[in-house]
């Protein structure tokens, strides 16, 4: 079994900035993409930005150049850092872990992350 628990979410003003954690526990296999993907009220969840194992980064267009996917050496812990937010980012975040070896996945419960002034 594996967990995914994610932090920092909050309220900030336009303009400002956020940085999401998640941590992975349990049975972590090496060969894994880990990610964010958020889910704003009334639409779907979409990807934000993932990694994978060997360090590659996908970002989705709407967060290029603000948003910032990194991890830790484990390579069990990522974080999100937000810059420039705008309230379009408002949306609850979801931690993702796919492990290539036997094709599963796993989600965290989320962290709300609302852009207001």
Do not use: H
């Not at 003003?13 to 964010?36: E, F, H, T, V």
């Not at 934000?48 to 060997?54: E, G, L, P, R, Y």
């Amino acid at each position: 079994q594996v967990q995914l628990v994610e932090s920092g979410g909050g309220l900030v003003q336009p303009g400002g900035s956020l940085r999401l954690s998640c941590a992975a526990s349990g049975i972590i296999y090496s060969r894994k993409a880990m990610g964010w993907y958020r889910q704003a009220p009334g639409k779907q969840r979409e990807m934000v930005a993932d990694i994978t194992s060997d360090g590659s980064t996908n970002y989705a267009d709407f967060v290029k150049g603000r948003f910032t996917i990194s991890r830790d050496n484990a390579k069990t812990t990522i974080y999100l850092q937000m810059n420039s937010l705008k309230p379009e980012d408002t949306a609850v975040y979801y931690c993702n872990i796919r492990f290539v070896a036997n094709g599963r996945n796993y989600w965290g419960e989320g962290t709300l992350v609302t852009v207001s002034s």
